[in-house]
C-alpha cells in the first residue's frame, strides 16, 4: 500500500509558476512510475506528466515546455514544475503512482491516487 500526499497548489496570475510536491508513504517507490493528473469541473481527468522508474519522462501535448516532472528518490518525492501558467491549467491535480504496465497517459492504469490540490490560474 501507498499513500500519496500532494501540495503547493494555489492561486497565480498568467504567466506565473507553482511547483506542486507529492510525498510517498509506506512503500518506497524509487521502482514506481508516478504520474501528475490533472481534472477541471465537468471534465475528466487528464494526463499531465509521467515520469518512469529509469527518470524517463513523457509530457501532454498542451503541458510540453511549460512543464517539469522530476523525481528526489531519497525523499520519496516527484515533482511537478508549472512555468507559464495559462488560464486553461486551472483544475485539481492528483499524483498518482502503482501503473499496471499498458498505457502511461492513462488514468486507469494506476492503482493509487492522492487527494489532489487545487491549481488556480488568474487572468
Known amino acids: 500500500q501507498v499513500q500519496l500526499v500532494e501540495s503547493g497548489g494555489g492561486l497565480v496570475q498568467a504567466g506565473g509558476s507553482l511547483r506542486l510536491s507529492c510525498a510517498a508513504s509506506?512503500?518506497?517507490?524509487?521502482?514506481?512510475?508516478v504520474g501528475w493528473f490533472r481534472q477541471a469541473p465537468g471534465k475528466e481527468r487528464e494526463f499531465v506528466a509521467v515520469?518512469?522508474?529509469?527518470?524517463?519522462?513523457k509530457y501532454a501535448d498542451s503541458v510540453r515546455g511549460r512543464f517539469t516532472i522530476s523525481r528526489d528518490n531519497p525523499k520519496n518525492t516527484v515533482y511537478l514544475q508549472m512555468n507559464s501558467l495559462k488560464p486553461e491549467d486551472t483544475a485539481v491535480y492528483y499524483c498518482?503512482?502503482?501503473?499496471?504496465?499498458?498505457?502511461?497517459?492513462?488514468?486507469?492504469?494506476?492503482?493509487?491516487w492522492g487527494q489532489g490540490t487545487q491549481v488556480t490560474v488568474s487572468s
Open positions: 509506506g512503500r518506497t517507490f524509487n521502482t514506481y512510475n
Open positions: 515520469i518512469t522508474w529509469s527518470t524517463s519522462t
Open positions: 498518482t503512482t502503482g501503473y499496471t504496465g499498458r498505457d502511461l497517459t492513462s488514468p486507469y492504469e494506476y492503482s493509487y
